[in-house]
């Protein structure tokens, strides 16, 4: 069965629309704050949510985003907010379509069918950066090369991913300084010094002519793909 979750504060619209939709075979959650929506969409994915933006706890505009941060499933609002202020806030953060109270149980139920048979967007993965003959996945830890994985110490690990953040961006030195040894390492360039070195040596092709990892002398490195 499609599973519904319905978010609302008003005893009555919930007891409505869960008879409703469970008489045309939907399986139904309904809660009364967007904190137990929120809970809810981590335990048991919904195939659409219906939102109440007026709730007791949270904006409802804040809880499209929490949903969106979590699941990527349809949202429909049904508010008896009007103005277009409050639909233009709701659609920017990701609501799929708008519903105002009081409504017809028919067109809500239609508006419903509607998303649901929108077909996902696939997205294709970004593809991992490369350094050189590298291959470099932050997120797994693993650096994998012609001639297998190469390892890298944690420290190197957090300067490389301060790097790998801002492609072609400058970062400045006492700023990585500051986020891997802490603000009392602010003035210690050659820390950066040491460890770029051993990095080229790792991952450069050539190590003394880099073309990925660059040091802009007196202000910081940057990660060059």
Known sequence: MTHILVVDDEPALRRTLRINLQARQYSVLTVATGQEALDSVGRALPAAVVLDLGLPDLDGVDVIRGVHSTVDVPIIVLTGRTDIEHKLRAFDAGADDYVTKPFVMEELLARLRAVLRRPAVATEPAPLPRIGWYEIDVEAATVTGPDGTVRLTPTEWRILALLLASPGRLV?????????WGP???????????????????????????????TEPGIGYRFQP
């Open 184 to 214: 009392e390492a602010e003035g210690r360039g050659n820390y950066l010094r040491v460890y770029l070195a051993g990095m080229r040596r790792k991952l450069e092709p050539d190590p003394a002519r880099p073309r990925h990892l660059i």
């Open 172 to 180: 400045p030195g006492r700023q990585i300084l500051a986020e891997v």
